[in-house]
């Protein structure tokens, strides 16, 4: 079973994307984040005709949204929502076999990593607390199969950003973040699927700015798309990798897909 999880940033203005990335990799499930569009608007048919016949979406106009598209059946499906409001950031379902699949977009958090003097920032703080404290009190099962995947809008490690030393006061590498990242991480135990196979001290990207003149060649990355699962599906993991070529396909999105295959 491959899933894919993809801040898409925009389903329409890149559905040909998706049927590029549909094409190249045949993902059983594709989880998308940033999809920018009301569920009535959501493009259901494109989708049906690239083979996902079950969906589950949770969309606002211009800003959030996410989905999970499946060619498998999708059961027990709802929508979490946190921090008092309902933005579109977190659904979930239970596949075929009883795994538990949440994916998840986690806010950006602005500019300045200040929750005092920013409310992005303090967002962003409140909904990692807020998303660990349920699994830890809430949902706690360390029996569970599960899947948690998605937008993090953190790079945790050193070798998840270009540099650490120029990173430590920008938005996504700052210690708060990571700490509220590594408190989310414990809450169930959670286990890097991408870093199962790829080792930790090895560099590795998932989004690239816009901004960049020359993307590839600055090579300027930071890893801020997962994958994490629990302990029981662990041994289900096969292979893991980042599409990074798709940085580089024609209005691309600054994010690249994230790919992991699991035993069935």
């Known amino acids: 079973m491959r899933l894919v999880t993809w801040n898409i940033n925009s389903i329409r203005s890149r559905l040909p994307l998706l049927e590029q990335l549909v094409a190249d990799l045949a993902p059983d499930i594709v989880c998308l984040q940033e999809t920018k569009v009301t569920d009535e608007l959501f493009p259901h048919?494109?989708?049906?005709?690239?083979?996902?016949?079950?969906?589950?979406v949770a969309g606002m106009k211009s800003y959030n949204g996410v989905a999970i598209l499946s060619r498998l059946p999708l059961a027990r499906c709802g929508v979490q929502n946190w921090c008092d409001r309902a933005d579109c950031r977190h659904i979930y379902a239970t596949l075929p076999g009883g795994t538990e699949l949440h994916n998840i977009y986690v806010p950006s958090g602005g500019d300045v990593p200040d929750p005092e003097a920013n409310d992005k920032f303090a967002h962003k703080l409140g909904f990692l607390t807020a998303l660990a404290t349920w699994w830890r009190d809430e949902k706690a099962d360390p029996g569970a199969p599960r899947v948690m995947l998605g937008d993090f809008?953190?790079?945790?490690?050193?070798?998840d950003v270009w540099s650490h030393r120029q990173l430590l006061k920008v938005v996504s590498h700052t210690p708060v973040e990571v700490e509220h990242l590594?408190?989310?991480?414990?809450?169930?135990?959670?286990?890097?699927?991408?870093r199962h196979f790829v080792p930790a001290e090895e560099k590795l990207y998932s989004w690239w700015s816009y901004r960049a003149r020359d993307?590839?060649?600055?090579?300027?990355?930071?890893r801020l798309d997962h994958v994490w699962v629990t302990e029981p599906v662990?041994?289900?993991?096969?292979?893991?990798?980042i599409h990074k070529v798709a940085r580089g396909w024609q209005t691309p999105s600054d994010h690249v897909p994230v790919v992991v295959d699991l035993e069935d």
């Open 45 to 56: 048919e494109a989708v049906d005709r690239m083979g996902f016949g079950h969906r589950h």
């Open 182 to 194: 590594a408190q989310l991480q414990r809450s169930a135990a959670w286990i890097d699927a991408v």
């Open 153 to 159: 809008n953190i790079a945790p490690l050193e070798s």
């Open 234 to 241: 662990q041994p289900r993991l096969r292979a893991a990798h």
């Open 215 to 222: 993307w590839q060649k600055s090579d300027r990355g930071r």
